[in-house]
C-alpha cells in the first residue's frame, strides 16, 4: 500500500472521475453484468448512472476518496426520508438507455428492504476490480470510524463475496435481497454504538493518526 496514503472529501469538480471509478468496481461484478449484460455497454452505462447518484450524495450525503481516486466510498445520510436525485425519472432513462428496467427494479427491491429508521447508508464502496493493497478494508475502516461518532445505525447492500468484509466491522447480515432473474444480495445492518474510534487516515503506513481538530459532522449501495 502506497506509504502516503491521504483520504479526503470528494470535490464537486471531480464527479465524474469517481463515478468512473464506482462502475469499474462494478463491472466485472453479478450486480454489474445484470444491470448492463451487454459487456460492451456496460461501462458507459454504469458510469453515466453513477454520476448521478454521486451527485446526489454530495448533496445529501458525502463521498471520501483516496487521493489519487483510485479508491471511495459512497454514503447517504438516510436521517429522513430523502428526495430522489434531481430530475431523476429523466436522467436515469438518458443514462440507463435500453437498460432503464432494470435500474428502476434495482431502485425498488433495494428501498422495499431498505430500513425505515434514521441511519447512515453506505451506497457504495469501490476499488479497484483487482484489490490487493486491501483499500477496500481501509476505506470502510475509514468510514465507520466517521459515522461511529454519531451513534447511528448503520445500512449497507452487499454482494455475498463481501459478507465477510462487512461481517468483521460488525455488520450483520439479514434477509437476502433477491434481483429478478439476477443476483442475490445481502442487507447488512450494524448496530449504533458499534465502536467508539477516531477516524483513520494515516500519512504513513503503519502510523496511526491523531485525533481530528474537531468532531465530524453528523451524517453509507443505494
Known amino acids: 500500500m502506497d506509504n502516503a496514503l491521504r483520504i479526503r472529501t ?6 465524474q ?14 450486480l454489474g453484468e445484470w444491470l448492463v449484460p451487454d459487456a460492451a455497454q456496460r461501462l458507459r452505462v454504469l458510469t453515466a448512472v453513477g454520476e448521478i447518484w454521486v451527485e446526489h450524495a454530495l448533496f445529501f450525503g458525502d463521498i471520501h476518496v483516496t487521493d489519487d481516486l483510485t479508491a471511495a466510498t ?16 429523466s436522467r436515469l432513462a438518458d443514462a440507463a438507455g435500453p437498460y432503464l428496467q432494470r435500474f428502476r427494479t434495482l431502485d425498488a427491491v433495494l428501498e422495499a428492504h431498505r430500513p425505515a429508521d434514521a441511519h447512515h447508508h453506505l ?3 469501490a476499488t479497484a476490480p483487482q484489490d490487493a493493497a ?20 448503520a445500512w449497507a447492500e452487499v454482494t455475498v463475496r463481501n459478507q465477510d468484509l462487512f461481517t468483521r466491522h460488525g455488520y450483520r447480515p439479514q434477509t437476502p435481497i433477491r ?3 439476477g443476483p442475490t444480495l445481502l442487507g447488512m445492518h450494524r448496530p449504533a454504538g458499534s465502536s467508539r474510534r477516531w477516524p ?9 493518526p491523531g485525533p481530528p481538530a474537531a468532531s465530524p459532522s453528523a451524517a453509507t449501495a443505494r
Do not use: K, Q, S
Open 10 to 15: 470528494l470535490r464537486w469538480t471531480e464527479r
Open 17 to 30: 472521475a469517481i463515478a468512473g471509478v464506482v462502475a469499474a468496481a462494478l463491472y466485472p461484478g453479478c
Open 74 to 89: 459512497v454514503g447517504l445520510h438516510r436521517l429522513r426520508p430523502l428526495p430522489p436525485p434531481a430530475n431523476y425519472p
Open 123 to 125: 451506497a457504495v464502496l
Open 134 to 153: 486491501g483499500l477496500d478494508e481501509v476505506m470502510l475502516t475509514h468510514y465507520l470510524t466517521r459515522i461511529d461518532r454519531t451513534d447511528m445505525p
Open 179 to 181: 434481483l429478478p432473474d
Open 200 to 208: 483513520t487516515n494515516p500519512t504513513h503506513a503503519g502510523t496511526p
